[in-house]
T-cell receptor, first 110, second 108 residues
Framework: DAGVIQSPRHEVTEMGQEVTLRCKPI?????LFWYRQTMMRGLELLIY????????DSGMPEDRFSAKMPNASFSTLKIQPSEPRDSAVYFC????????FGPGTRLTVL | KNEVEQSPQNLTAQEGEFITINCSYS?????LHWLQQHPGGGIVSLFM???GKKKHGRLIATINIQEKHSSLHITASHPRDSAVYIC??????????FGPGTRLSVLP
């Protein structure tokens, strides 16, 4: 298996633009997590899914953020409109027991 | 919300030394996780613990549920162990709370 796949790896956009981050989990994993990492706040859990259903989105910072998992092999995290304070590395991880992390998407909002 | 602390914040060791990183948390949990983040940014899950002790190669993780404390030990440390080690706890469900991380540098 190729592991957790995230795209794009780097994204630079301007304030106000819509940003969509993508994740393909490892086949057979029933949990999917979205995390954000910044220098100031460290790693934070944004949302997680179990069997494609969102279980806890209490970490989503505000209504500008939304996440979907239309099927077991794909998830998106969308920011609309983006702001400079959203600049961070966004990680996707999947698990059945142990978590496996994707390489992350480095987002810069100018 | 669980408060997760780690010590030390930064650690520099000589190759071959025995290393201990500590993690404490404030509220009872169902599992504790140790993660390793390499300088390139990639994150690897090292251990998931709910009780006792686990060993994987030169890494040993222990947890004391009563004292709300966990330790990660590295025996015979090597420069390739240089990374940030992050403790995370999960309660009901899998609501992760992360510690601030311990930055380890192992010098040759």
């Amino acid at each position: 298996d190729a592991g957790v796949i995230q795209s794009p790896r780097h994204e630079v956009t301007e304030m106000g633009q819509e940003v969509t981050l993508r994740c393909k989990p490892i086949s057979g994993h029933d949990y999917l997590f979205w995390y954000r990492q910044t220098m100031m706040r460290g790693l934070e859990l944004l949302i997680y899914f179990n069997n494609n259903v969102p279980i806890d989105d209490s970490g989503m910072p505000e209504d500008r953020f939304s996440a979907k998992m239309p099927n077991a092999s794909f998830s998106t995290l969308k920011i609309q409109p983006s702001e400079p304070r959203d600049s961070a590395v966004y990680f996707c991880a999947s698990s059945h027991n142990e978590q496996f992390f994707g390489p992350g998407t480095r987002l810069t909002v100018l | 919300k669980n408060e997760v602390e780690q010590s030390p914040q930064n650690l520099t060791a000589q190759e071959g030394e025995f290393i201990t990183i500590n993690c404490s948390y404030s509220v009872g949990i169902s599992a504790l996780h140790w993660l390793q983040q390499h300088p390139g940014g990639g994150i690897v899950s090292l251990f998931m613990l709910s009780s006792g002790k686990k060993k994987h190669g030169r890494l040993i993780a222990t947890i004391n549920i009563q004292e709300k404390h966990s330790s990660l030990h590295i025996t015979a440390s090597h420069p390739r162990d240089s990374a940030v080690y992050i403790c995370a706890v999960s309660g009901y469900g899998q609501n992760f709370v992360f510690g601030p991380g311990t930055r380890l540098s192992v010098l040759p």
